[in-house]
């Protein structure tokens, strides 16, 4: 197996070959005065099973990761399972008014045509994942968070919304705590209305979980609710921390006492790896050889 790390998941890609004791190149991808993308895998061929670790996010990766598939076929690959950590565009998965398209649909179809499989990390919505024309299969980093929390003092894991509630289910159970999750309310596209929680925040030491993180607003919304409802302590973790603009100082400037995400998305706060949830996947098919098309 080999390993080649698109530009917006360089250090995942390390990681993962290191985990999998497998060859890793970093695709040295750069770009045009004109801005368009120029990739080159670097050697002569590539006659082995390769893993293409490469965001959807933002937009010019999507390019870089469509040229990279087809290098790594030109160069012999045997197959190609695409590892996309962070799938953007997951979240318009719906026509929410007429005269939309249907985006996650779209980059699906698009997104997989050389590859043998693809492996995601927490898409906002499985139901995407049909629409690849080859095998798909979404991790969750669940096991990762849990791990990262496990022994901190937690004694509530609480999701944002009813939309994560079964992320912070999945946590909690891993955790041995009780989970619930808050009623929220969007106003726009970075207000949200959160309600008082249900349960008692009172001395709480809480951790707040949830896919993504934006503007940071549902969270902020979330961590005021809870503090005003008495609790202790507030953490949060995402798996795809896309922090728009200046979030990250709003969000660890504010009640929060400690901020966290995966590594699907590289930044300062994202300490917490998937590394090894993919690389546990990727040896069951390296023993099975399941993802070959049949
Ligand atoms: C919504 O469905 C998602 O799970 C997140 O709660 C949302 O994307 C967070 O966005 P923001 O940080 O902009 O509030």
Do not use: W
């Not at 250090?11 to 060859?23: G, H, I, N, T, V």
């Not at 590539?46 to 870089?64: A, G, K, M, R, S």
């Not at 499989?117 to 095998?135: A, P, S, W």
């Amino acid at each position: 197996m080999i390993v080649i790390g698109g530009s917006s998941s360089r250090d995942l890609a390390k990681e993962l070959a290191m985990l999998l004791e497998c060859k890793c190149i970093l695709a040295s991808s750069t770009r045009f005065p004109d801005g368009e993308c120029y990739t080159r895998i670097e050697g002569e061929s590539l006659h082995d099973d390769v893993v293409i670790v490469q965001n959807t996010y933002p937009d010019p990766n999507i390019i870089e990761m469509l040229l990279i598939q087809d290098a790594a076929k030109r160069m012999g690959a045997k197959s190609i399972t695409l590892v996309i950590p962070y799938f953007g565009y997951a979240r318009q998965d719906k026509i929410f008014k007429p005269g939309e398209p249907e985006s996650a649909k779209v980059m699906a179809r698009h997104l997989g045509i050389a590859c043998d499989r693809v492996i995601t990390i927490d898409i906002h919505k499985e139901d995407v994942l049909k629409n690849f024309k080859c095998k798909a299969k979404d991790l969750k980093a669940s096991g990762a968070i849990a791990e990262y929390f496990m022994d901190r003092g937690i004694d509530i894991v609480l999701a944002p919304d009813a939309g994560a509630a079964a992320r912070a289910k999945e946590v909690g159970v891993k955790m041995g705590l009780p989970y619930d999750h808050l009623e929220k309310v969007r106003l726009s596209g970075t207000e949200v209305r959160i309600a008082p929680a249900k349960v008692d925040c009172t001395d709480k030491n809480i951790l707040i979980v949830d896919d993504i993180i934006a503007t940071g607003g549902t969270i902020l919304a979330a961590t005021q609710q809870l503090k005003e409802a008495g609790a202790h302590s507030v953490y949060v973790a995402c798996t795809h921390g896309v922090f728009t603009g200046d979030s990250i100082q709003r969000l660890t400037g504010s009640q929060i006492d400690g901020l966290l995400s995966c590594n699907t998305l590289e930044s300062k706060v994202s300490n917490i790896s998937v590394a090894k949830t993919v690389a546990d996947e990727l040896r069951k098919g390296k023993k099975g050889r399941l993802f070959r098309k049949n």
